[in-house]
């Protein structure tokens, strides 16, 4: 189902390049060519055939989109990515700087000095 939603992503998108491309970015396009009016034999200006199908383009690659995060791999169960590649951080030992450490006296007793150097 992801491989589907991925190639119905790149096929709409290079769609979407190319109407983008052909459009003349001052509303000219491919209708500058017939500069007789906005009907020529019955038909609608290019230009707007143009828009409806760039809209029509960019709302399917964003309903794609979404139903490929919706419906992906990830939805229902764990698989790959960075999940699993982020491991819990080790428990680290708890410092209590008031108790003693191992294998010494909670209250050493003083050295003596000798003072007879």
């Known amino acids: 189902m992801t491989t589907l939603f991925i190639i119905?992503?790149?096929l709409v998108s290079v769609i979407l390049a190319f109407f983008v491309l052909i459009?003349?970015?001052?509303?000219?396009?491919?209708?500058?060519g017939f500069a007789g009016g906005?009907?020529?034999m019955g038909v609608q200006r290019t230009g707007d055939f143009l828009e409806?199908?760039?809209w029509t383009l960019v709302i399917a690659l964003m309903v794609f989109s979404l139903a490929i995060n919706i419906l992906g791999p990830s939805a229902g169960t764990k698989s790959g990515g960075l999940s699993e590649q982020?491991?819990?951080p080790a428990q680290a030992p708890s410092l209590n700087l008031n108790a003693p450490a191992q294998g010494?006296?909670?209250?050493?007793a003083p050295v003596a000095q000798d003072s007879s150097k």
């Not at 010494?104 to 050493?108: L, S, V």
Request: no cysteine.
């Open 52 to 54: 409806k199908g760039t």
């Open 104 to 108: 010494q006296q909670a209250n050493p």
């Open 23 to 32: 459009q003349n970015p001052k509303g000219g396009g491919l209708s500058s």
């Open 38 to 40: 906005s009907n020529l």
């Open 8 to 10: 119905l992503i790149i």
């Open 86 to 88: 982020i491991e819990a």
